[in-house]
């Protein structure tokens, strides 16, 4: 394997940097998916049927923790990419177990939430707008969870690589 | 036992009990052929986990035909039941499941798979490559098409054929009017086979713009390549779009969810919408890289240059971009007002230029070109006025008034086999031959498969004029039968005679690959037609890391160039 030491880390190698853009490229079929969600919502929202309207059940505090942990967490990972990039291991360490907390936080809070929602009868059958609603936070929540397990996964990997 | 009834045939039949047996005693046949063979292990190693492209690129085409074939009955059925007024030969159940099946079967699984396994063989050969870029999950994404396609098949012996149209239009894909589990086939396998083609989607894109041999720059590809590089565009940004329709459709069936119910805030025809927005790039994505392979083909065998290679490479760009605004024609009598269906209309009519300026890059080809009349160039030429037919029928649908009178009706049928088969089907067709001795050391006897192209042509145009003027005369499509005072009879008889006359020439095409298996001499160059691009450049057959050395491009036609100027590709001591 052909090791070029004169860029970051991650693109060292022609099999990484295949990967990386693939991913980019990835990432463009998500925005089409995730743009389809919010199309999808944006028709449905107020098709509440005989079922609650957002403004009867959005409340600001959860709302608000899962901004902070989300935004908190792209940050933290950043940080984590920099120290290893920096070759400092338990920095690297250390702020991905942070943003694994963090995510692992969102999720709670959502779930929460979601249980909260189903207590007051909006479930993902009353409506096309809760239909809509929980699909939507539901396809990012698996996002969130599948990334809890496939961070852990890839460090491991790499740890046994070296 | 309520819900093991679920997947019993719903609605059963002497034909439905003839295939089970006729699909058990087939599969004993095979396990027992290979057995008695000892060819397991050759199997598995060599094809069952290969992650070589070309490899890849046959498994897919040999679906691709299979497809072909399960397809090809289902329009055979369909045109026996519409020979005669009144005709008993198949129920309406029966009509149904099987236009719905026939559609998505030639769309998704034969159209597309085809179109999949050429790219895969040659489009790595034309850049100089050594494979794809992830050749494991180029792997991932066949086996997800075939167990989708797999999936959808053995719906007509368990439980049912989907029955809604290929469209799958809500309300009547809901549970409330489609009980069987027939279109939760059409959900879950459909989604199987999309994931596998976005895949492909992504590796394609990597490969090719990030693994062309050295000095081939994005305006030096061949054309092919660059048709593959749009189309792959196309399926990354118009999947996603099939993906979540069809999750929320799964979900509306099995989870009781309301995106397309008539009560509870549900919009139906957000489904349409949906589809479309995927839909109408789809039939782009089978249209591009037919053009891509028209243009190989008629510069081969004009024994020119390409005309226009840049407007060539702009047209597809713009049809590309269009084809992702004019999804709202597929259903202009559904409601949407007077502004919507005028400004559908006008970019609908656009897309007709630039298709345009390919028909007459090619006619400049063809243009005191040397022209050498082989089966892959006589497809190539009939699909130029054929084609036309179906676009200038095309921009007739597009006008939104008009098509009040023509919507549904036999003409828009019509309409898009005119597309579809003289573009795609004749495109796969002509690639199939063209690339076959590259594929396989030998040449198809080109008189066998000149029976079968003139069986072909002829046979569709027998089989789908009749259409334009019987939808003219106001014959709706999908209507199992029609009384004899409509009149429709004649013609809807002439539309069977021909599509016996189209599987007469499909059948000729095995027996060709049967003939030509067994009797073409296997001592041809590495180059039989005289080409143009670099996938003739290196040996037949072609080695497993393809070019021994990394070949250098400097033309657009570089294999061509340097035949010209005496240089040798393969000059490996
Ligand atoms: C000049 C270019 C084209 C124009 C202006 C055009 C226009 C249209 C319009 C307006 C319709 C809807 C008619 C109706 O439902 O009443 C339609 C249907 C259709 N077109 Fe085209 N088309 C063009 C090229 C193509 C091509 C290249 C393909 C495929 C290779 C294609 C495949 C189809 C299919 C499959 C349908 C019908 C789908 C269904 O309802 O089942 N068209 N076209
Ligand atoms: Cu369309």
Same mark, same amino acid.
């Given at each position: 394997m052909k090791i070029d030491n004169s860029l970051p880390l991650e693109y060292s190698t022609e099999e990484n940097r295949l990967k990386i853009f693939g991913f980019w490229i990835f990432l463009g079929a998500e925005i089409a998916l995730f743009a389809?969600?919010?199309?999808?919502?944006? #028709?449905?929202?107020?098709?509440?049927?005989?079922?609650?309207?957002?403004?009867?059940?959005?409340?600001?505090?959860?709302?608000?923790?899962?901004?902070?942990?989300?935004?908190?967490?792209?940050?933290?990972?950043?940080?984590?990419?920099?120290?290893? $990039?920096?070759? $400092?291991?338990?920095?690297?360490?250390?702020?991905?177990?942070?943003?694994?907390?963090?995510? &692992?936080?969102?999720?709670?809070?959502?779930?929460?939430?979601?249980?909260?929602?189903?207590?007051?009868?909006?479930?993902?059958?009353?409506?096309?707008?809760?239909?809509? &609603?929980?699909?939507?936070?539901?396809?990012?929540?698996?996002? #969130?969870?599948?990334?809890?397990?496939?961070? @852990?996964?890839?460090?491991? $990997?790499?740890?046994?690589?070296? | 036992m309520d819900y093991f009834d679920r997947f019993a045939v719903p609605h059963p039949s002497p034909a439905i009990y003839a295939s089970m047996v006729a699909i058990g005693l087939t599969m004993i046949a095979v396990v027992a052929g290979i057995t008695y063979f000892k060819k397991w292990g050759y199997l598995w190693r060599e094809w069952l986990t290969t992650v070589d492209h070309k490899r890849i690129g046959i498994m897919y085409i040999l679906a691709a035909l299979l497809m072909l074939f399960r397809g090809g009955v289902d329009a055979l059925m369909m045109r026996a039941q519409t020979a005669i007024p009144d005709n008993g030969l198949l129920d309406g159940q029966h009509y149904n499941e099987v236009f719905t099946t026939h559609g998505v079967v030639m769309i998704l699984f034969m159209a597309m798979p085809f179109i999949i396994g050429l790219m895969n063989i040659v489009t790595p050969l034309q850049i100089g490559a050594r494979d794809v870029a992830f050749p494991r999950l180029n792997a991932v994404s066949f086996w997800l098409f075939f167990m989708g396609a797999m999936l959808f098949n053995i719906s007509f012996v368990v439980g049912g054929s989907p029955d809604a149209g290929w469209t799958s239009y809500f309300p009547l894909a809901s549970n409330d009017f489609s009980e069987s589990v027939g279109s939760n086939y059409y959900a879950i396998a459909i989604?199987?086979?999309?994931?596998?083609?976005?895949?492909?989607?992504? +590796?394609?894109?990597?490969?090719? &713009?990030?693994?062309?041999?050295?000095?081939?720059?994005?305006?030096k590809m061949p054309m092919f390549t660059w048709s593959i590089l749009i189309t792959n565009f196309i399926i990354v940004f118009a999947f996603p779009v099939l993906t979540v329709a069809?999750?929320?459709?799964?979900?509306?069936?099995?989870?009781?969810?309301?995106?397309?119910?008539?009560?509870?805030?549900?919009?139906?025809?957000?489904?349409?919408?949906?589809?479309?927005?995927?839909?109408?790039?789809?039939?782009?994505?089978?249209?591009?890289?037919?053009?891509?392979?028209?243009?190989?083909?008629?510069?081969?065998?004009? $024994?020119? +240059?390409?005309?226009?290679?840049?407007?060539? #490479?702009?047209?597809?760009?713009?049809?590309?971009t269009l084809s992702f605004i004019v999804w709202a024609h597929h259903f202009y009598t559904m409601g949407h007002g007077a502004m919507v269906n005028g400004i559908f209309s006008i970019t609908t009519m656009a897309i007709a230029v630039?298709?345009?300026?390919k028909i007459f890059n090619w006619l400049f080809t063809l243009w005191k070109g040397k022209i050498v009349f082989t089966v892959p160039m006589l497809y190539s030429l009939a699909f130029i006025p054929i084609f036309t037919l179906g676009g200038v029928t095309g921009v007739m649908l597009a006008m939104a008034s008009a098509d009040y009178q023509y919507h549904n009706t036999m003409f828009l049928v019509a309409h898009f086999h005119y597309v579809l088969i003289p573009g795609t089907v004749f495109a796969v067709l002509a690639g199939f031959t063209y690339w076959w001795p590259k594929m396989f050391g030998f040449m198809l006897s080109e008189k066998i498969g000149k029976w079968s192209f003139w069986f072909i042509t002829i046979g569709f145009n027998v089989t789908f004029f009749p259409m334009f003027i019987t939808g003219l005369d106001g014959q709706a499509r999908r209507m199992y039968t029609y009384s004899e005072s409509t009149g429709?009879?004649?013609?809807?008889? &002439?539309?069977? #005679?021909?599509?016996?006359?189209?599987?007469?020439?499909?059948?000729?095409?095995?027996?060709?690959?049967?003939?030509?298996?067994?009797?073409?001499?296997?001592?041809?160059?590495?180059? @039989?037609?005289?080409?143009?691009?670099?996938?003739?450049?290196?040996?037949?057959?072609? @080695?497993?890391?393809?070019?021994?050395?990394? @070949?250098?491009?400097?033309?657009?036609?570089?294999?061509w160039d340097a035949k010209k100027k005496a240089l040798n590709y393969l000059a490996v001591k």
């Amino acid at each position: 394997m052909k090791i070029d030491n004169s860029l970051p880390l991650e693109y060292s190698t022609e099999e990484n940097r295949l990967k990386i853009f693939g991913f980019w490229i990835f990432l463009g079929a998500e925005i089409a998916l995730f743009a389809t969600l919010f199309a999808t919502y944006f #028709v449905l929202v107020d098709g509440t049927g005989n079922g609650p309207t957002g403004e009867h059940l959005f409340k600001l505090p959860t709302l608000m923790f899962q901004t902070i942990f989300l935004l908190t967490s792209s940050f933290t990972i950043g940080l984590g990419i920099n120290a290893m $990039r920096l070759g $400092r291991q338990k920095a690297t360490i250390g702020f991905f177990i942070i943003t694994l907390i963090l995510g &692992l936080g969102f999720l709670g809070v959502e779930i929460y939430e979601f249980v909260e929602y189903v207590h007051e009868g909006a479930t993902i059958q009353t409506s096309a707008f809760l239909s809509s &609603l929980f699909t939507l936070l539901g396809t990012h929540g698996a996002h #969130v969870t599948l990334g809890l397990f496939w961070e @852990p996964s890839s460090s491991c $990997r790499s740890k046994s690589a070296v | 036992m309520d819900y093991f009834d679920r997947f019993a045939v719903p609605h059963p039949s002497p034909a439905i009990y003839a295939s089970m047996v006729a699909i058990g005693l087939t599969m004993i046949a095979v396990v027992a052929g290979i057995t008695y063979f000892k060819k397991w292990g050759y199997l598995w190693r060599e094809w069952l986990t290969t992650v070589d492209h070309k490899r890849i690129g046959i498994m897919y085409i040999l679906a691709a035909l299979l497809m072909l074939f399960r397809g090809g009955v289902d329009a055979l059925m369909m045109r026996a039941q519409t020979a005669i007024p009144d005709n008993g030969l198949l129920d309406g159940q029966h009509y149904n499941e099987v236009f719905t099946t026939h559609g998505v079967v030639m769309i998704l699984f034969m159209a597309m798979p085809f179109i999949i396994g050429l790219m895969n063989i040659v489009t790595p050969l034309q850049i100089g490559a050594r494979d794809v870029a992830f050749p494991r999950l180029n792997a991932v994404s066949f086996w997800l098409f075939f167990m989708g396609a797999m999936l959808f098949n053995i719906s007509f012996v368990v439980g049912g054929s989907p029955d809604a149209g290929w469209t799958s239009y809500f309300p009547l894909a809901s549970n409330d009017f489609s009980e069987s589990v027939g279109s939760n086939y059409y959900a879950i396998a459909i989604q199987i086979a999309g994931i596998g083609t976005l895949l492909t989607g992504i +590796n394609f894109i990597v490969t090719i &713009l990030k693994m062309r041999a050295p000095g081939m720059n994005l305006m030096k590809m061949p054309m092919f390549t660059w048709s593959i590089l749009i189309t792959n565009f196309i399926i990354v940004f118009a999947f996603p779009v099939l993906t979540v329709a069809l999750a929320l459709m799964t979900m509306d069936r099995l989870f009781g969810t309301q995106f397309f119910t008539m009560a509870n805030g549900g919009s139906d025809m957000l489904w349409a919408n949906l589809f479309w927005v995927w839909g109408h790039p789809e039939v782009y994505i089978v249209i591009l890289p037919a053009f891509g392979i028209y243009s190989e083909i008629i510069s081969t065998f004009a $024994r020119r +240059n390409l005309y226009g290679y840049n407007s060539m #490479v702009i047209s597809m760009v713009a049809i590309s971009t269009l084809s992702f605004i004019v999804w709202a024609h597929h259903f202009y009598t559904m409601g949407h007002g007077a502004m919507v269906n005028g400004i559908f209309s006008i970019t609908t009519m656009a897309i007709a230029v630039p298709t345009g300026v390919k028909i007459f890059n090619w006619l400049f080809t063809l243009w005191k070109g040397k022209i050498v009349f082989t089966v892959p160039m006589l497809y190539s030429l009939a699909f130029i006025p054929i084609f036309t037919l179906g676009g200038v029928t095309g921009v007739m649908l597009a006008m939104a008034s008009a098509d009040y009178q023509y919507h549904n009706t036999m003409f828009l049928v019509a309409h898009f086999h005119y597309v579809l088969i003289p573009g795609t089907v004749f495109a796969v067709l002509a690639g199939f031959t063209y690339w076959w001795p590259k594929m396989f050391g030998f040449m198809l006897s080109e008189k066998i498969g000149k029976w079968s192209f003139w069986f072909i042509t002829i046979g569709f145009n027998v089989t789908f004029f009749p259409m334009f003027i019987t939808g003219l005369d106001g014959q709706a499509r999908r209507m199992y039968t029609y009384s004899e005072s409509t009149g429709y009879g004649p013609l809807n008889m &002439l539309s069977f #005679v021909g599509a016996i006359g189209l599987a007469i020439g499909f059948a000729l095409i095995v027996y060709n690959i049967y003939w030509s298996t067994r009797y073409a001499s296997r001592n041809i160059s590495n180059d @039989p037609w005289d080409a143009r691009s670099l996938e003739w450049a290196t040996h037949t057959p072609i @080695p497993e890391y393809n070019f021994a050395i990394v @070949p250098t491009v400097d033309s657009t036609e570089a294999f061509w160039d340097a035949k010209k100027k005496a240089l040798n590709y393969l000059a490996v001591k």
